[in-house]
């Protein structure tokens, strides 16, 4: 059996006297798109933060492609190969669209710095078009594309993204799920992906987790969690 | 009709805004303290002025609410974008002028005249200037609030102090040492501060440079306290004194010998720093390490999850601003010859901190042209002798500085809420400049 890239055992963490974790145990695998779905307050970003360091795991063990990383120093992590597209995006917003794709790419200290560009360029053309223009100037589609084109720049074998498609039109969110399917079938990039937009994660993941209240009450294939009427009932309906 | 309640209404707030004026103006003008023949402190009671002051906002609030009525609400004015042209020559140009500045001074008014535009106006702003832009790496890129900067000015004034007149070492030995212990300093202050952010981070920066001052005042054995430290030696020509005597600078290259050539001397001196403050500034900002300052300035937890190291990143910005601190701080020590805590004071802080936000955070020339308006400021109230002869010759028109400043920062923050140049120039470009400004990012964003 290979290692799992990420794997996650039996983490707690808790916000001060707020327990928020309670024991999760989750894995993704070399070449997956895992996600993670859940009511707002489920314990979703508290997860991938965690993984992070922040807040830091209580008990617990987190390990990345074999290697522990629980509680490292974020930079650290960073660059084992490991990016996060934070929630809300998180965009530099007084700095360029090409200032921020460098901040993405300082981890890999540009050594690829151009091909990356192009790539990117090639992945998501709207944000050539903008790329003198402030961060914050963008529309929330394009601030979205460049939160994930800027993870992408420190060429991670894991990328992470929390709540891609929030605040987002539907459209534009079919279209950055679309790229994240392209990214994973095409280079073979591994995705953990947090969303509350149950319908869309699940049909784009592999394998997906469902977390309630700080801890994981399912998972099982994208297929089988669409299917479950359990997940229907809470999730999916009127989500269409 | 309409009209008249507008002017109805114009006056009620025409009213209320010189009941406004006449509270702030009663302690300030109504009551006065002055000191009589026994040094007893008496008071003295002004109202004529407070009622003058408040006819004077009661009408001047009227005039400008009458006439703004004809007017439409304005468009949001774009922010004016220097001609290219322009952009590219104004730096150099400035650059040159200031080199010229005080032989043009002296050809045009004598070494007697120029000594005070040289002197008051030259080295006093562009000591600002220079500490304006260290500080502007901590404030202006990296985003950290810091109100007691002036601790590291003193440390550097001190340095050199302490340095020469205990172990006879000179200025030019002195200098970098100033800068290295400035910085050391400023990573010693980053350490405790490094989870702080904001308000609790302004309030332990103000509480190091109180602590600083203190130790000044009070460690009498190092410091010699309050007294300070005096006869510090004078700055050299790469070793030449400026004196009078033979192997003196002037005698050397066979000038006769003026006062002025030293005052000149350290025009050019804090010239050359301040300049190298401005190029490093500029170089760091395209390198990762500016990169991430303004990074981090913009959102911390987008930098940690990009993998950069935030720790590193605080430390090297309050370092880096502290080393500059230090050399003005030398610069002080050496133009001044005596040094003693009543030059550290908060109100220092204060005074730099304001260049830096009147300038615009971030900005060079901003906070550049915020010095001149600050320092230059308060030295051409010096000048307005002829107030005198309206107001009396107890007049002192220095004396209403901070008011005029604290007036200048209300105006400020309603026309131009980001500084005098809030447009922000990104460090890369894959084509050709544009410049992006800040009133297309929303307030509380950038």
């Keep these: 059996m290979t290692t799992p890239l990420l794997s996650i055992q039996k983490l707690e963490a808790a916000y001060g006297q707020i327990i928020a974790l309670k024991g999760i145990d989750l894995d993704v695998m070399p070449g997956e798109i895992v996600t993670v779905i859940g009511a707002n307050g489920a314990g979703k970003s508290t997860t991938m933060m965690s993984v992070f360091g922040r807040p830091p795991a209580r008990s617990g063990k987190i390990f990345f492609d074999g290697q522990e990383i629980t509680n490292k120093p974020a930079h650290e992590i960073a660059r084992l190969g490991l990016a996060q597209s934070p929630e809300g995006r998180r965009i530099f917003p007084r700095m360029s669209v090409l200032e921020n794709l460098q901040m993405g790419a300082a981890v890999d200290d540009f050594r690829h710095f151009q091909a990356d560009l192009e790539r990117m360029f090639d992945i998501f053309p709207r944000l050539k078009e903008r790329i003198d223009q402030r961060g914050g100037t963008l529309s929330g589609g394009e601030q979205q594309m460049l939160a994930i084109a800027r993870a992408l720049m420190s060429r991670p074998r894991l990328l992470m993204l929390d709540e891609p498609s929030l605040g987002l039109a539907p459209l534009v969110v079919k279209q950055i799920f679309e790229v994240i399917r392209e990214l994973n079938r095409n280079d073979g990039l591994t995705v953990f992906l947090v969303e509350q937009n149950a319908f869309h994660a699940l049909k784009l993941a592999h394998r997906g987790y469902v977390m309630v209240n700080g801890a994981i009450t399912l998972s099982g294939t994208g297929r089988e969690l669409l299917d479950n009427p359990q997940v229907r009932a809470a999730y999916l309906e009127g989500a269409h | ?446």
């Excluded at chain 2, 009551?31 to 009408?59: C, K, P």
């Excluded at chain 2, 340095?159 to 070492?169: I, K």
């Excluded at chain 2, 050391?184 to 440079?209: C, E, H, Q, S």
């Excluded at chain 2, 008011?403 to 447009?423: D, E, H, N, Q, T």
């Design chain 2, 1 to 446: 009709m309409r009209a008249q309640t507008s002017i109805l209404s114009a006056l009620r707030e025409s009213a209320f805004a010189s009941l406004v004026a006449a509270g702030l103006a009663f302690p300030i003008l109504a009551l006065g303290t002055e000191m009589d023949q026994s040094n007893r402190l008496v008071l003295e009671q002004r109202w004529s002025w407070m009622l003058i002051a408040a006819g004077l906002v009661f009408v001047g609030r009227f005039l400008v609410l009458i006439l703004a009525q004809g007017r439409v609400a304005a468009a949001p004015v774009p922010a004016r974008i220097w001609p290219p042209f322009v952009a590219r020559v104004l730096p150099s140009a400035g650059v040159v002028a200031l080199f010229l500045f005080p032989l043009v001074m002296l050809f045009w008014l004598g070494p007697q005249g120029s000594l005070k535009w040289i002197n008051n106006y030259g080295v006093q702003i562009l000591i600002y200037v220079m500490l304006g832009w260290g500080l502007n790496i901590v404030v202006g890129l990296a985003g950290l609030l810091d109100l007691g900067y002036v601790a590291f000015y003193a440390v550097g004034a001190y340095s050199y102090a302490l340095l020469s007149t205990q172990f006879g070492l000179s200025f030019w030995i002195c200098l970098p040492l100033a800068g290295l212990f400035a910085a050391a300093w400023g990573a010693m202050l980053g350490f405790p501060v490094l989870r702080l952010r904001g308000d609790y981070l302004a309030i332990v920066t103000l509480a190091f440079g109180e602590i600083v001052s203190a130790v000044l005042t009070n460690w009498t054995d190092f410091s010699n306290g309050k007294a300070g430290i005096m006869s510090i030696p004078r700055v050299t020509f790469f070793g030449l004194p400026f004196t009078a005597s033979e192997n003196g600078f002037a005698a050397t290259f066979g000038l006769e010998f003026q006062a002025i050539h030293r005052t000149i001397f350290l025009f050019y001196l804090i010239l050359v720093l301040a300049l190298i403050t401005h190029v490093v500034t500029l170089r760091l900002r395209r390198l990762p390490v500016g990169r991430a300052w303004e990074a981090l300035r913009e959102d911390e937890i987008a930098c940690r999850s990009l993998g950069i190291n935030t720790v590193n990143t605080k430390l090297t910005a309050f370092a880096l601003g502290a080393m500059f601190a230090g050399f003005a701080g030398s610069f002080f020590a050496v133009r001044q010859g005596f040094v003693n805590p009543d030059s550290f004071t908060f109100m220092e802080s204060a005074t730099i901190l304001a260049i830096v936000v009147l300038g615009g955070m971030g900005s060079q020339l901003g906070v550049a042209l915020a010095a001149v308006v600050m320092v230059g400021g308060t030295e051409v109230l010096r000048e307005l002798t002829f107030l005198k002869e309206i107001f009396g010759s107890s007049f002192d028109p220095s004396l209403y500085r901070m008011l005029l400043f604290g007036l200048a920062m209300v105006l400020m923050m309603i026309w131009r809420p980001r500084g005098l140049i809030s447009s922000r120039e990104p460090s890369v470009f894959l084509a050709q400049r544009k410049n992006v400004s800040g009133t297309h990012v929303q307030e509380g964003h950038g």
